[in-house]
């Protein structure tokens, strides 16, 4: 049966900068339409690249060759943005650069609740949004474990959602009140949750990896990058390799091409599977005993949630600098930059009976939020429910006062 209402406009507002923005406002979107269908339109705008002017519509494009090449510059400026003075001058400049554009995107979307997955992308919406009247719903979701952007922070929002009971410590810190700080988790892609329905985790792997095509009897190491496959993946592998561990190694490239090409070209020790951009990540996960990769807070989730022991060799300066400290310090996995010395780690790893990749695994799934894009579409429902009843409420009370009114002047003029 078709519905009496129009669908819900949920705006997302995010930029392309490392993959985890859109992802996270994708996971969300997907928990809305499985709990309310088509009642609910999802819309997710790259406000960088789609609504500032030339040339600052390109700066999304400067985020990978920045992290890739300059990597220590990013951390500077991370770092001297965290400062108040410096913070209240990138929010008055962010103000004045992106409040035409938001204008625009407000005009032609016309949102019923706005959701900011992006720190660069809360104060100047926000204050938008209520000078064109608007009085629907702004939430937002912070997509950074730990290491927070004061930016990310405005008390005027209905809600901020936050991963961590950590994250949550900062933003109280940094102002926002308590009461609207909701520790949900990191929403990822529901089909994790979906898998771990359908395919309860054993210890025991081997039919998943024979369900992807790998030797069933060997262990499997998970060796990521995020989606644009950057880092020293290719000398991560090789130390690997190098160590002749019994085991089997899963190497996902990303976007990158040529690394995909020169690491299916090379000749390996152990058996070696390559893969380029995949979308079945939840698959492979489930088929592998470990997963080594850069401190990206969607995969951490993600292994997490699929009971993988966590290894890092790198993170970005600045925003992931927590996450390194939030995986060792639960006892999810450990980190080590040295190539040799995360291939020498691993075959500890694999090498006592599993032990301790079990006691890893049973950390993660106690600490792991598979539900948490569930959780925070529920919250975003709830939060235009109310903002829905307070609107009739006042309606109905103006209706009220004005067939008083008229009643009194009846009165009056009998």
């Given at each position: 049966m078709a519905s009496l209402y129009p669908p819900l406009n949920v705006l997302f507002l995010m930029s392309d900068v490392g993959g985890g923005h859109r992802a996270a406002a994708r996971a969300i979107a997907g928990a809305l339409r499985q709990l309310r269908g088509d009642q609910v339109n999802s819309i997710i705008v790259d406000l960088m690249a789609d609504y500032l002017p030339w040339?600052?519509?390109?700066?999304?494009?400067?985020?990978?060759?920045?992290?890739?090449?300059?990597?220590p510059l990013h951390g500077l400026a991370w770092h001297l943005g965290c400062r108040p003075p410096v913070a209240k001058t990138l929010l008055e400049l962010l103000d004045m650069v992106f409040s035409p554009g938001v204008r625009r995107?407000?005009?032609?979307?016309?949102?019923?609740?706005?959701?900011s997955v992006h720190p660069m992308m809360v104060h100047a919406p926000l204050r938008v949004l209520r000078?064109?009247?608007?009085?629907?719903?702004?939430?937002?979701?912070?997509?950074?474990?730990?290491?927070?952007f004061p930016t990310w922070f405005c008390p005027q929002v209905d809600a901020c959602v936050v991963p961590t009971p950590a994250a949550a410590q900062a933003a109280r810190h940094l102002g926002m009140p308590a009461e609207r700080v909701k520790v949900l988790g990191q929403p990822i892609d529901l089909r994790f949750r979906e898998y771990l329905h359908q395919f309860p985790?054993?210890?025991?792997?081997?039919?998943?990896?024979?369900?992807?095509?790998?030797?069933?009897?060997?262990?499997?190491?998970?060796?990521?990058?995020?989606?644009?496959?950057?880092?020293?993946?290719?000398?991560v592998a090789q130390a690997i390799d190098a160590?002749?561990?019994?085991?089997?190694?899963?190497?996902?490239?990303?976007?990158?091409?040529?690394?995909q090409q020169a690491l299916r070209e090379?000749?390996?020790?152990?058996?070696?599977?390559?893969?380029?951009?995949?979308?079945?990540?939840?698959?492979?996960?489930?088929?592998?005993?470990?997963?080594?990769?850069?401190?990206?807070?969607?995969?951490?989730?993600?292994?997490?949630?699929?009971?993988?022991p966590i290894?890092?060799?790198?993170?970005?300066?600045?925003?992931?600098?927590?996450?390194?400290?939030?995986?060792?310090?639960?006892?999810?996995?450990?980190?080590?930059?040295?190539?040799?010395?995360?291939?020498?780690?691993?075959?500890?790893w694999l090498s006592d009976g599993q032990e301790r990749l079990l006691r890893m695994r049973r950390q993660c799934q106690r600490l792991a939020r598979p539900n948490a894009a569930l959780d925070i579409a529920r919250t975003v429902l709830d939060l235009v429910s109310r903002r829905e009843r307070v609107r009739i409420f006042r309606a109905a009370a103006r209706s009220d006062d004005r067939g008083r009114d008229a009643a009194f002047w009846r009165n009056l003029g009998a």
């Open positions: 040339p600052l519509n390109g700066l999304p494009r400067t985020y990978s060759p920045l992290i890739r090449y300059a990597h995107c407000y005009t032609r979307y016309r949102p019923d609740a706005v959701i000078e064109m009247g608007y009085t629907v719903p702004f939430m937002t979701v912070v997509t950074d474990l730990v290491s927070m985790l054993p210890d025991d792997r081997r039919a998943a990896r024979a369900a992807l095509g790998l030797r069933p009897d060997l262990p499997t190491i998970l060796l990521v990058s995020g989606g644009e496959g950057m880092g020293p993946l290719a000398e160590q002749r561990l019994a085991t089997q190694l899963v190497i996902i490239c990303g976007r990158n091409e040529s690394l090379r000749s390996w020790t152990l058996p070696v599977r390559v893969e380029g951009f995949i979308e079945n990540m939840a698959a492979w996960m489930a088929a592998s005993d470990c997963i080594v990769t850069k401190a990206g807070p969607g995969t951490i989730a993600e292994a997490m949630a699929m009971g993988l290894l890092l060799f790198s993170y970005i300066l600045g925003q992931e600098e927590g996450n390194v400290a939030y995986v060792v310090e639960n006892g999810l996995g450990a980190y080590t930059p040295e190539p040799t010395a995360a291939a020498a780690l691993l075959g500890d």
